[in-house]
């Protein structure tokens, strides 16, 4: 069932658990997201940034959901378009059906983000659509988004009070200390549980935790052992996602994750048999073991079990 981020997110809120947010590139990607939501009984947010969109096309990103939100009408889901960098791009993913956008303004200034959101809102909020803004930066890329450590700086909980009040804005992505990519921290990880907690008090939306992708030992090691290289990337430990859940985070961004484990089981089946050409021996491990990653991943976050 399709239905917008702010229907899976406010049960979420209320009852203190965390909903992936899922990316997806391609029908598989796709499909073994909803597999895992069938498995475990969870709702869910499958997002598609602007590159991946570009790489699909919106009509088919947003036809391959309607299929599986209809092959699947007991799963909540929600469309929501990841980063969207601008008005007009977010008004694009509105008209091609999302249920759930991003206006990612955080590289401007805090009145010149509050004026792109608010100009997001009044659109998307006409249309029953939900508007995730985020305040602070992330260092890492993501696609099109860039951001060097210096210009990265953390959320402010008083201007986050004001961003919500005054934008209206669904749900915000609060900067505590995450990276986007496989390279979040140097030296042990870190992140700002006790700003997150103030931004909560003050603001009592849902809020979203990016780059939030953990790399488990499992997933690591099995790119690894099939050639592949790292070079020491670190992810968010699933303690301090559980932390993050009981902070007041309801929307975890996962990408990464997805992507080192799906690309695992394809670089093993070409390293095991160099005469393969048949795509379906190679997708369908690597379905089963993102499926895995996904599944375990509810578990954590606690959205297991709530359809």
Request: hydrophobic letters at 45%; one cysteine or more; charged letters at 25%.
């Amino acid at each position: 069932m399709l239905v917008s981020g702010s229907e899976i997110l406010s049960k979420a809120n209320i009852e203190n658990y965390g909903v992936g947010a899922f990316n997806f590139v391609n029908y598989e990607m796709l499909s073994t997201i909803f597999e895992a939501a069938d498995k475990k009984s969870s709702p869910i947010i499958v997002q598609a940034s602007e590159g991946a969109i570009k790489y699909m096309g919106i009509d088919m990103a947003v036809g391959m959901v309607k299929i599986l939100a209809n092959r699947y009408p007991h799963i909540p889901v929600a469309l929501h378009l990841d980063h969207g960098t601008s008005f007009e791009s977010c008004i694009k993913a509105i008209r091609a059906g999302f249920t759930s956008v991003m206006i990612d303004a955080s590289h401007h200034p805090f009145a010149e983000n509050l004026h792109e959101t608010k100009r997001v809102v009044e659109v998307a909020h006409n249309a029953g659509v939900s508007v995730e803004a985020e305040l602070g930066r992330l260092m890492g890329i993501e696609d099109n988004i860039s951001v060097d450590e210096k210009d990265a700086c953390l959320v402010n909980p008083k201007e986050a009070e004001e961003f919500v009040r005054e934008s209206n804005v669904d749900f915000l992505a609060p900067a505590i200390g995450t990276s986007h990519g496989a390279f979040k921290f140097k030296g042990e990880p870190k992140l700002d549980f006790e700003r997150l907690i103030e931004v909560k008090k003050l603001t009592k939306i849902p809020l979203v935790l990016h780059g939030a992708s953990a790399i488990p030992d499992n997933v690591r090691e099995a790119f690894l052992n099939t050639g592949g290289d790292l070079k020491g990337s670190k992810g968010v430990p699933f303690d301090f996602l559980k932390e993050a859940v009981r902070g007041g985070i309801n929307k975890i961004n996962t990408d990464t994750d997805l992507r080192i484990a799906f690309m695992s089981q394809v670089r093993k089946v070409a390293n095991e048999n160099a005469s393969e050409f048949d795509l379906r021996k190679f997708f369908t491990p690597a379905k089963d073991f993102m499926r895995e990653v996904i599944a375990e991943r509810m578990e954590i976050l606690g959205s297991a079990g709530k359809i």
